[in-house]
Each structure stands twice: as structure tokens, then as C-alpha cells.
């Protein structure tokens, strides 16, 4: 199956039915978030993988009234770094030593690199950390697409509420969208058979030769 009847397939799904989709399959989109290119190769976010019932129906009164949050399988939450850390630099660079090796001079000159770009940005830090959560979701979604489970991206939600339920402000994080995964229930996802809206390519493309 190719990548392009993948992406033809999803769609933002609606309503889920709750069965659980296969932890093995999880992992796979798990591991395809890891892998996504993201700036400076820092990965300054983390993604919080629900299952707990309890706590997917408080994010749903509290946070987030969408069907899919109480109905999915799995919920992820993308959250970004509100700020770069002396203590995030040191394990950055502990693990690219641990797995590159590289010469002190290298990491010295990398991590000035990285510090004068922090620096010179200043406010605007925040939201270039959270911009990278949005190269995952593209990631996640084309493979949960792959893998035939169905996802909706989710923006419309209390931040400050979802942040408080998660405790994430004490761990310098803050939530930048959900993504529920699992399985569409036929009877509340309406959009499961409209045809997708999308632009024609030569007024989406611009090609300069």
C-alpha cells in the first residue's frame, strides 16, 4: 500500500468506538514520533501516552468536550519545553556523547551554537519549541494512517486547564495539541465518507525553475 493512499485514507475521524488498538501498533507510532526530525536534533517536547478512563473523561469535562477524547483508545498529549535549561543542554549533550562520541572542541562549539540562537531569539523561544510538536504530529498521523488507525488532531482546548490536570507547568511544559488514536464508530463519524477538501496541486504549488 503507498504512502499516498495512506495519507488519501485519513481523515479527521469524528467519533471512535473505543477498541483498543494493538500495543505493538502503538509502539510503531511511538517510535515513528522518535524519529522525527526536529530543530537543532533537541526533541524539546514530550508526549504523554492515556489510556486511564478516569482521566481521559476528566480531560473531556474539564479540557476538551470532542467525542474522540473519551472514545479513543489511546490519547496522546504533545507538550513543548517552555524554556531551554542549563540542566536540558547537559543531558543533550551527555546523550550525544553517549552516542556519537564527539570531541570536546565539537560539543563546545555546538552547544555556543545552540545558546546564541536561544539568546538571539529571546520571547520568541517559547514558540519555536512548540512549532517542532507540529513535525511529529505530521509524523504520528501519517503513520497511525499507515497502520489503518484513525487520529484528529485537536487544538481546540483549555491549555491552562489540560496543563493543570497534567501538572505540566512544574515539569516546564506546556500542551500544544491532542491526538487521540483508535478506531471510528459508524454511527457519530461523519465525515468518514466526505471526499476530502483539498486545494488543486497548481494552486497549492508554486514551481520556480
Request: with cysteine.
Amino acid at each position: 500500500m503507498s504512502l499516498i493512499e495512506d495519507l488519501k485514507w485519513r481523515h479527521a475521524c469524528k467519533g471512535m468506538n473505543g477498541a483498543k488498538v494493538p500495543q505493538d501498533v502503538v509502539e510503531r507510532i511511538l517510535e515513528a514520533i522518535n524519529l522525527t526530525p526536529t530543530s537543532l536534533g533537541m526533541q524539546a517536547f514530550k508526549v504523554f501516552v492515556i489510556e486511564n478512563k478516569e482521566l481521559k473523561e476528566k480531560i473531556y469535562n474539564e479540557a476538551c468536550e470532542q467525542q474522540p477524547i473519551t472514545g479513543c483508545s489511546h490519547l496522546l498529549v504533545f507538550a513543548s519545553y517552555t524554556q531551554i535549561t542549563e540542566k536540558y543542554l547537559d543531558d543533550y549533550f551527555d546523550l550525544i556523547n553517549k552516542k556519537r562520541n564527539p570531541s570536546k572542541e565539537w560539543c563546545d562549539k555546538y552547544r555556543k551554537k545552540i545558546e546564541f540562537f536561544i539568546e538571539k531569539n529571546g520571547s520568541n523561544v517559547k514558540n519555536w519549541l512548540s512549532q517542532q510538536t507540529y513535525i511529529a504530529l505530521g509524523v504520528a498521523c501519517t503513520v497511525a494512517a499507515n497502520e489503518r488507525i484513525e487520529t484528529l488532531p485537536i487544538e481546540g482546548f483549555d491549555r491552562d486547564a489540560l496543563n493543570r490536570i497534567l501538572d505540566l507547568p512544574t515539569q516546564n511544559l506546556s500542551a500544544t495539541f491532542i491526538l487521540p488514536l483508535g478506531y471510528k464508530d459508524e454511527n457519530l463519524d461523519w465525515l468518514q465518507n466526505q471526499p476530502k477538501v483539498r486545494k488543486d496541486l497548481n494552486d497549492l504549488i508554486a514551481v520556480i525553475k
